[in-house]
């Protein structure tokens, strides 16, 4: 082989390392951009997925607040509240309809009358308080009956409902 073959064989193969290199370079940047677009597309589902849970344990609570206006009995609105086996005179308002944002939502007002103890009278104020499912306007506690020492406790506020789906209380 001559000088000037070999010189030419140096070139073409160095050409042809060259266009390889180049491809190999672009073939790594194509490569790295679609890793870079799929991370982006598993990020954007996690943080998807996340909304959607945090979406799905806030309507569970909201469903656990609120009454099933399909089935609001008295008795459904105590068992709702959990003071369904007391002798306090409750008095139930009707029901009225308020739309927050596309949602018709329903609001009652209650009253809860009771003669009991101070204790009894403290601890029925801290249940329908800590339950959150009465919206407590207002309290009160009468003087104190000292041949029986029961004291006369009224608890005021606003209930909500909502017409839910199902049936399902």
Do not use: C
């Not at 890793?35 to 990020?43: G, L, P």
């Amino acid at each position: 082989m001559t000088r000037s073959g070999a010189r030419n064989l140096w070139i073409v193969l160095l050409i042809a390392l060259l266009i390889g290199a180049i491809a190999a370079v672009t073939f790594a940047r194509s490569l790295g951009d679609s890793i870079d677009q799929q991370n982006a597309n598993i990020i954007a589902s996690k943080q998807e997925l996340e909304n959607a849970s945090r979406l799905s344990t806030q309507l569970a609570e909201l469903d656990r607040l609120t009454i099933n206006e399909n089935t609001a009995t008295r008795l459904e609105i105590l068992r709702h509240l959990g003071i369904e086996q007391n002798d306090y005179d409750i008095s139930i308002g009707a029901k009225v309809p308020r739309t927050v944002g596309s949602v018709m939502l329903s609001q009652r007002q209650i009253k809860v009358v009771a003669n009991v103890s101070y204790h009894e009278a403290m601890a029925l104020a801290d249940k329908l308080y800590d339950n959150r499912k009465m919206n407590i306007t207002g309290a009160s506690i009468g003087q104190p009956n000292l041949s029986n020492a029961e004291v006369q406790v009224t608890i005021q506020g606003t209930l909500y409902g909502l017409e839910k789906r199902g049936g399902q209380p």
